[in-house]
């Protein structure tokens, strides 16, 4: 099984297809009035299909169990066809479209049973994925130019050398992941004064996304916030508070975390902890869904 746990849960559908044809119209009428031995078929395939969906991870081995928040099934007669239609909704790190899919093979594989005895020409064709929704895919959206992005490490001990930097390149590697560049990369220790200094400069040489790493924790020295929060223009404090949601299910000490983030005139400033690996799970708590911050604010100039 893939290693779901870095994902974001996400409000997550899909609607899956599957058409059932059957080789006399005497078969569909005794669909359409419940004259089949075996009972109501589309009562029976529905209540099977419900089943199939929650019981997907049993019978296919790389599927993650997930809550199902909502399924329903729905039957459509066309002619000699009868098409299904299921739709999963889940709140969770991976999506449901193998869910849907195999409601809808087991919907349709009921109908086959409990049609067969009396039709010896069914066939269950086009089982399909027909819309899928939610995830990070869903909240990509970019601006359309280039962002300038600058990568800050706010250490005392890497400052002095007695200690490499890794939570600096992991956000420069994450950030690469996204498809983007870094323009500057600087090495700063916990001064108030610099770490200040520094975040004036980058807005001032135009920098889109700055992004600092250190500093933002509760030992003396841990000045982050402090320097960069008396220069936000317009804070977004749900930007820090999803990070500390996200480190907050994998680690209690996340709720320690002081990062702030908004904006510098146009400039977008995230204080994440100094940690790699808190690094890394801001980094999949935000991106790429907080790009979406840039084609908000290209939107606005257009509009101006």
Avoid at 69 to 86: D, M
Avoid at 149 to 176: E, F, H, M, P, R
């Amino acid at each position: 099984m893939n290693d779901i746990t870095q994902k974001v849960s996400s409000l997550r559908k899909a609607i899956a297809l599957a058409t059932l044809t059957v080789s006399s119209p005497d078969t569909i009428a005794a669909v359409e009035e419940r004259r089949v031995p075996k009972g109501d078929v589309f009562e029976f395939s529905r209540a099977a299909g419900l089943l199939a969906i929650k019981r997907t991870s049993d019978v296919i081995p790389d599927c993650h169990p997930l809550p199902v928040e909502y399924a329903a099934i729905t039957h459509r007669i066309e002619g000699l066809h009868i098409h299904v239609r299921v739709e999963v909704h889940t709140v969770y790190r991976t999506g449901v479209e193998v869910e849907a899919m195999h409601g809808a093979a087991i919907t349709a594989l009921t109908m086959y049973d409990m049609l067969k005895p009396l039709d010896k020409g069914i066939g269950i064709s086009d089982i399909r994925l027909e819309s899928k929704k939610g995830g990070k895919s869903d909240f990509g959206d970019r601006p359309s130019a280039g962002l300038r992005c600058a990568v800050v490490v706010c250490s005392d001990s890497v400052a002095k050398g007695t200690k490499t930097d890794s939570a600096g390149k992991a956000i420069i590697k994450a950030l690469q992941a996204q498809g983007l560049s870094v323009g500057h990369y600087a090495i700063l220790p916990d001064e108030a004064a610099d770490i200040r200094a520094k975040a004036k400069t980058l807005k001032e040489d135009g920098y889109d996304l700055v992004l600092f790493t250190g500093g933002t924790g509760l030992s003396p020295r841990d000045v982050t916030p402090e320097a960069i929060a008396p220069l936000l223009d317009r804070p977004v404090p749900g930007i820090m508070e999803a990070a500390r949601v996200f480190g907050q299910e994998r680690t209690p000490y996340a709720m320690l975390s002081r990062g702030v983030a908004g904006f510098i005139g146009k400039t977008l400033v995230l204080t994440l902890p100094g940690s790699t690996k808190g690094a890394e799970e801001t980094m999949h708590a935000l991106f790429p869904q907080i790009l979406h911050i840039f084609r908000v604010a290209e939107g606005s100039r257009h509009e101006g």
